[in-house]
């Protein structure tokens, strides 16, 4: 018992246990401040985040959690259905199983159940809108600022995986100080990875966690250059992306906070390198004298998910336009040309909201110029070099290569409005947009229960509802946003939870527990709630979270 008494008052205003209530003898080891602590700050860390950080130390406290793995949990239905046709469960752990707990995020819940005309919708919201709270958090320790978030049900964390997952507590930051403190402490254990291993996507726990890496069968074998420690790289395959979405969670902190502490060491040893990587992969693949330019290489093959990389792992032959080069996507495939476009306008909208930041809190002005000078940069580069007869290009390689699709996966052609990049009422986006989806786009597939872009992560026929949900952001037809909500809503195979693909021929899905695509529809869900109130809510009537 001593162990695990010593193991959570460790935790104590750092992290935090649910109120179970205070067995005696544990108010005798830790004393009256540790047990006031213990109960007045339930809504934190959960008690199973607190069971991994403690583990090692007993098992007593897993005993009384009893707590189920997410990935079989989610694969049947739990609790009571939803009072609508579909007949949604209830698919939230116990309350003291959650990885963190919140009452602004509770507040939320209740608010948006009450409001909501779809029984079903409504279940969608509750059981979506926590999942990353409620299942991700595996490690937090505020006095660390380190927190580590997995993706689901992949025990590592992705900087594309995790800015999305925190998207839409946006709004509660400013009010919610441990949600605050969690998310500057992401973004602190993020500064870290970054500023080390800036070509790599995915990482594994922070040595101070007490986790133990997580072995990666698909990076057996791979070649990296830069080499890479898999005890703190989980993967590194080099996606822009990525990097943006460093970018993204930074400003998100800031934006709705105003509080610039998260600006230490770590964070602009980070930014530095992330500008690195953009003067890097904004080269040539040859110079002048054509010497072989390069920075990155990943070779693949040997088993990777991904196949062997082209060219020794160099990737395609790319001549400089002003944009930033790739090797994967954002659904960790190999590009086929090297300059990702729905990436690159990410990253050109990031760039400009680091400098308002930047110069909001009145630091390094030379970063925030430098950052506005890509940006045009990058944005030149996509309005002059992508488009042809008003369609932009996926991807091209700048010797007029292009390749006209869209994956489903965020940054992508469809979620341009959704990134910032242009308005969804821009003809290019419109004609884009027609074109993504229909037969047109490779990738787009129609079953007789569910459409939508896919991509070669899964197969050309599963489609991802992620497209769906980026089609509602991209545009204000009422009936489109209906058709695409309804699409998604009446394809979760009767769990509840949204899911990375589903088959157009059987309706069978893929990944049961993928926290981005939850945390994507419930975002979704409070934009219709601002744009669109009146296609979702009894009273018609905008509502805004923490407002």
């Not at 460790?10 to 205070?22: I, K, N, R, T, Y």
């Not at 922070?206 to 250059?225: F, I, K, M, R, Y």
Request: aromatic share 12%; hydrophobic share 40%; net charge negative.
């Amino acid at each position: 018992m001593d162990a695990v008494i010593k193991a959570c008052a460790g935790f104590l205003g750092a992290a935090a246990l649910p109120d179970f209530g205070v067995d005696p003898a544990v108010k005798d080891l830790l004393g009256r401040t540790a047990v006031s602590a213990w109960k007045t700050v339930t809504m934190k860390l959960g008690f199973a985040s607190l069971v991994t950080a403690a583990v090692g130390a007993s098992g007593l406290l897993t005993a009384a959690a009893q707590c189920p793995d997410f990935t079989t949990y989610s694969q049947s239905p739990q609790g009571n259905p939803s009072a609508g046709p579909l007949a949604l469960p209830y698919m939230r752990p116990d309350p003291a199983c959650r990885t963190f707990n919140s009452t602004s995020v509770e507040k939320v819940i209740s608010d948006m159940k009450s409001r909501l005309k779809d029984p079903d919708l409504a279940r969608l919201f509750e059981n979506t809108f926590p999942n990353t709270l409620d299942t991700t958090v595996k490690y937090f320790n505020a006095t660390e600022n380190l927190a580590f978030i997995i993706t689901g049900d992949i025990t590592a964390q992705w900087l594309r995986d995790t800015a999305n997952q925190f998207a839409h507590y946006h709004t509660l930051l400013s009010t919610d100080k441990e949600l605050a403190t969690l998310v500057k402490a992401v973004i602190n254990n993020e500064a870290r990875y970054v500023s080390q291993y800036p070509y790599c996507g995915a990482f594994q726990p922070p040595p101070e966690s007490g986790l133990a890496p997580s072995h990666n069968d698909w990076a057996d074998g791979v070649t990296v250059n830069p080499p890479v420690n898999n005890q703190t790289v989980f993967e590194c395959k080099y996606e822009i992306d990525s990097l943006c979405g460093f970018l993204k969670l930074s400003r998100s902190y800031y934006q709705a906070t105003n509080d610039a502490s998260f600006m230490n060491s770590n964070w602009y040893a980070a930014i530095d390198q992330i500008f690195n990587v953009i003067w890097e992969q904004s080269q040539s693949t040859f110079d002048d004298d054509y010497n072989l330019v390069s920075f990155y290489n990943w070779t693949g093959g040997n088993g990777a998910l991904s196949p062997a990389v082209n060219n020794a792992g160099n990737g395609e032959p790319k001549l400089a336009t002003g944009l930033v080069g790739t090797h994967h996507r954002p659904s960790d495939d190999l590009s086929t040309f090297p300059f990702l476009v729905p990436a690159n306008a990410m990253l050109s909208v990031e760039l400009t909201n680091l400098a308002d930041i930047l110069d909001s809190a009145k630091q390094a002005k030379n970063i925030s110029q430098l950052a506005r000078k890509y940006s045009s940069t990058i944005s030149n580069a996509i309005w002059e070099t992508t488009i042809v007869n008003n369609i932009f290009a996926y991807e091209t390689n700048g010797f007029g290569g292009r390749y006209v699709m869209d994956d489903a996966n965020v940054p992508s052609l469809l979620s341009l409005p959704y990134l910032g990049f242009l308005e969804k009422t821009h003809p290019a986006y419109v004609a884009t947009r027609k074109q993504l989806l229909s037969r047109k786009n490779p990738y787009f597939a129609a079953g007789k229960t569910f459409s939508g872009i896919g991509g070669p992560h899964v197969d050309a026929w599963n489609p991802w509802p992620m497209s769906q949900i980026s089609a509602i952001f991209g545009t204000d037809s009422d009936s489109d946003i209906m058709q695409s909500l309804y699409l998604i809503a009446n394809n979760t195979h009767g769990l509840g939870l949204i899911h990375e693909s589903i088959s157009i021929y059987d309706g069978s899905y893929t990944r049961p527990w993928f926290a981005w695509a939850n945390s994507y529809f419930a975002e979704m869900l409070l934009d219709l709630a601002q744009r669109k109130p009146h296609l979702i809510f009894k009273d018609g009537k905008p509502y805004t979270p923490g407002k």
